[in-house]
């Protein structure tokens, strides 16, 4: 439960923090004051989005921050240590849970001080606290979520049979969409197979294993500038050869050798000419090799170029190289043996989907049965709990009919099996029973989904209830019953409430006012924990007096409830 909660620059909050409790604690304020705004700090520990401009002007950040004492919940406690890593939560069996928005709507979200992510808070926070408003009243009518509530009262051995029923769902849809796409191939099978094998073929004959695509380029420019080089060959040889160029650095060599001895400078020339004739000898010897290399073959160069065009053809179809050509064929090489071994494939997998559809047949009618009983022992609890909200002789019946009118039609089954319910109610005697939708007023409304709360309290492991308004559309009688109803959930978890009703907010165990106030041109809302003495007062002013009448009558109706 919530021992300690904390608001800080949000909206119009400079300052809040609330000593909470066990038991029922009621928040109560005019209209306007500001209750929805300690609503709204709830829904920012929880992880929800609020939207912009939350922070407070005037200030950097909105911080919301709560103290919960974990000492009757351990397997919450466990849960987040498992979760967070911080096994002190365990130990202590207490964590303090914050969040933080900037102005710029970046949220922080910590645990014991632990940066958390804001999908890890939204899991804790969902396990602590459970939040029960005008909004959550309405999905009641909503016919798609009634065979979710059902499942939710369920046993461990029900919501089992609803595991195993939904793996088995999963699978067979899986095998379905799998046998649909395998229809789709088969229709184009041979064309697809003559197609991949084109593709193969035409690969493999292009010899790419034997291709050094760097080497055919290589060689084309080398053909394509072929003239160019020779004659280049041929200028160096005449002016080595013929013109003597070597023969006469040779000479000048043996000159300066003669002296070389009187002059270090003529020793150096010596020997630069030495190199010289050596390095345009080996120079000549080159360029004669390669000269000697050079193909005659008037079609080769037609060859590297249809090699390297086919090349081109091919990279367009299958890779920018041939190693991403060579990897196309052979996965093309797998498409096609997967081809044809379709068809056998095919056949198991349609054995496979039969046996499937009689497991998932078998597991659907099994929850249906396990779903009537559950109905009839929802329906009988509501009705119980409704004649305790001042409705003399309410009449619920949630009934489990076969979608499609068959229980025996695979194809009208869904996620959560092949059933529709009808949640039936009549709220006057001897009027027939309708749809929920159809006939509950708002004030019915409230009250069913108040039941609900009481039935579902038994085996839900939340610490913390919080009803927001959920008075709105009652007073008189059903109030006082509605307010009973509150403080029996109260017995077993925390309750917070926000109301407008002095019925409601005299069974409170602690009891907080929410104010505004202007000061120098600034409002700000407060929230005060009434005193004892002064709750007779508060609640006078709830009812519309506060003459000495009302007091003594709020007073007396206090002192009544204890």
Request: hydrophobic content about 40%; glycine content about 6%.
């Amino acid at each position: 439960m919530i021992l300690q909660f904390h608001i800080r620059g949000f909206v119009l909050i400079d300052d809040v923090e609330m000593d909470l409790g066990p038991g029922l604690n009621v928040i109560t304020g005019e209209t306007g004051a500001g209750k929805s705004l300690i609503m709204k700090a709830l829904n920012l520990l929880m992880g929800i989005r609020l939207g912009d401009n939350i922070v407070r002007s005037g200030r950097s950040e909105a911080i919301v921050e709560g103290l919960f004492d974990l000492a009757q919940w351990p397997e919450i406690a466990m849960h987040i240590a498992e979760l967070t890593g911080i096994e002190s939560i365990s130990i202590d069996q207490q964590a303090v849970i914050s969040r933080v928005i900037t102005d710029q709507n970046r949220s922080i979200c910590r645990i014991n001080g632990s940066l958390i992510s804001l999908t890890t808070l939204r899991d804790i926070s969902e396990r602590l606290i459970d939040i029960h408003n005008q909004h959550h009243n309405q999905w009641i009518l909503f016919k798609d979520r009634h065979l979710e509530l059902l499942d939710n009262f369920g046993s461990d051995n029900h919501r089992k049979l609803l595991a195993d029923y939904s793996n088995l769902f999963i699978e067979a849809k899986k095998i379905g969409d799998a046998i649909k796409s395998v229809e789709s191939q088969l229709k184009d099978k041979e064309l697809t197979l003559d197609l991949l094998n084109y593709q193969v073929r035409e690969i493999a004959m292009a010899g790419l294993e034997s291709i050094d695509e760097s080497e055919l380029l290589g060689k084309r420019k080398i053909l394509a500038n072929q003239e160019s080089i020779l004659n280049l060959c041929a200028e160096a040889e005449a002016a080595l050869e013929n013109e003597g160029v070597i023969e006469k650095i040779q000479i000048l060599r043996a000159r300066t050798a003669r002296f070389s001895d009187l002059s270090a400078e003529l020793s150096e020339a010596s020997e630069l000419f030495e190199t010289a004739s050596v390095n345009l000898t080996e120079a000549r010897m080159s360029l004669e090799r390669f000269s000697d290399s050079l193909s005659h073959d008037s079609e080769e160069a037609a060859s590297i170029d249809a090699t390297l065009s086919s090349l081109e053809t091919l990279k367009r179809k299958y890779g920018s190289s041939i190693n991403d050509i060579l990897i196309h064929k052979q996965t093309t090489e797998m498409k096609i043996t997967e081809l044809e071994n379709m068809d056998a494939d095919f056949e198991n997998m349609k054995k496979k989907m039969a046996k499937l559809e009689s497991e998932l047949l078998t597991s659907s009618l099994e929850l249906t049965e396990s779903r009537k009983e559950l109905a009839a022992r929802l329906s009988s609890a509501l009705m119980d709990e409704l004649k305790s909200l001042g409705i003399p002789s309410p009449r619920v019946d949630m009934r489990i009919n076969p979608r499609g009118g068959k229980s025996t039609a695979t194809e009208h089954l869904k996620i959560r099996g092949g059933d529709d319910l009808e949640f039936l109610v009549a709220f006057n005697a001897g009027e027939p029973l309708l749809p929920i939708q159809n006939v509950a007023s708002g004030g019915e409304i409230s009250r069913v989904m108040l039941c609900m709360k009481k039935v579902f309290a038994s085996f839900e492991p939340r610490p913390t209830m919080i009803f927001d308004e959920i008075d709105t559309g009652i007073g008189g009688k059903t109030a006082n019953m509605v307010g009973e109803k509150i403080r029996e959930i109260s017995d077993s978890r925390q309750v917070i409430v926000i109301t407008h009703l002095p019925q409601i907010a005299s069974l409170a165990s602690r009891h907080f006012l929410v104010e505004k106030r202007e000061k120098n041109g600034r409002t700000t809302t407060h929230v005060l924990k009434v005193q004892e003495d002064a709750r007779g007062r508060i609640l006078a002013a709830m009812m519309g007096s506060e003459v000495e009448t009302a007091v003594a009558h709020a007073r007396e109706m206090m002192e009544k409830k204890k």
